[in-house]
């Protein structure tokens, strides 16, 4: 079987390519970073797939994408996504791969994760209403056990007939979900520095101000609404000698004592 693993550059992007290309390269640069180049992306004719499957991924990592759907590049993204949450949530329990209620429940709460952080764009198959409530796999599990009427049902599945979107081919090397845990860790560091906007020696100055202080926070929010909801009332930290004193680099975040920590000199 012939594979072709796709990787591509700034410059790539911007040349005629398929639009799962720039799709990737959106989710390398965002908390889907660590996954997205670390997963192997396959687009040719090697594997089956019927006229509507878009994608599914294995638990080693590798996605097989429909060579003959089109679709644009932030639906590629959505897509994508979906698959890399299969990974990095750790949706891949080799004594749960044969149930059908467990395949659906990782389903609902990753098509969940997307709508919250609005990645991508869904497509129309995607829009019905979730059949559960809960915030977990576990959880989602236990409400669709309740519903027999629903149970194996391949509703948010990115491939077609019942099949899920999601296959077992053995224990994985890569530890996904340390890697998508980092990975939002990353993001968030990146988005704050990012909200600050400023060279890398500016003074302590600069970020005394509450009203700063709050835009900071407005933007982090309203880019990342999944995690801004939750840093939402946490109170920003850039004294110099605190930052110093917990040996913070470029930004931190004590979710116990709900600060983040901000080096207003960063390396």
């Not at 294995?58 to 060579?67: A, V």
């Not at 077609?160 to 090397?173: F, H, I, N, Q, Y």
Request: hydrophobic share 35%; aromatic share 12%; with cysteine.
């Amino acid at each position: 079987m012939s594979r072709k693993t796709k990787r591509y550059s700034k410059k790539q992007e911007r040349e005629v390519s398929p639009m799962y290309y720039t799709a990737l390269y959106r989710l390398q640069e965002g908390p889907f970073g660590g996954i997205a180049r670390k997963v192997r992306i396959h687009h040719d004719n090697s594997y089956p797939m019927a006229r509507g499957d878009r994608a599914y991924v294995t638990s080693q990592g590798e996605i097989y994408l429909n060579p003959h759907q089109e679709a644009p590049a932030s639906e590629w993204e959505y897509v994508l996504a979906k698959c890399m949450l299969h990974l990095g949530m750790g949706h891949f329990q080799p004594a749960r791969m044969a149930d059908p209620t467990w395949i659906q429940a990782c389903d609902c709460i990753a098509v969940q994760f997307l709508r919250d952080s609005r990645i991508g764009m869904p497509p129309d198959s995607f829009s019905a209403v979730l059949p559960v409530t809960a915030k977990t796999e576990e959880a989602a599990w236990e409400q669709l056990r309740t519903m027999p009427e629903t149970t194996g049902a391949a509703l948010f599945s990115t491939m077609t007939l019942g099949r899920p979107d999601m296959v077992w081919t053995g224990k994985s090397e890569t530890d996904y979900v340390e890697l998508f845990g980092q990975s939002l860790q990353d993001a968030l560091q990146s988005a704050v520095r990012e909200a600050a906007g400023l060279p890398k020696y500016y003074g302590y100055s600069r970020w005394d101000s509450g009203a700063y202080y709050k835009q900071l926070r407005d933007w982090f929010v309203s880019s990342y609404p999944l995690l801004g909801a939750v840093a939402a009332d946490f109170k920003v930290i850039c004294d110099p000698d605190t930052v110093r004193r917990l040996g913070v680099r470029v930004a931190a975040v004590c979710p116990q004592c709900k600060e983040i920590y901000i080096n207003p000199n960063p390396p």
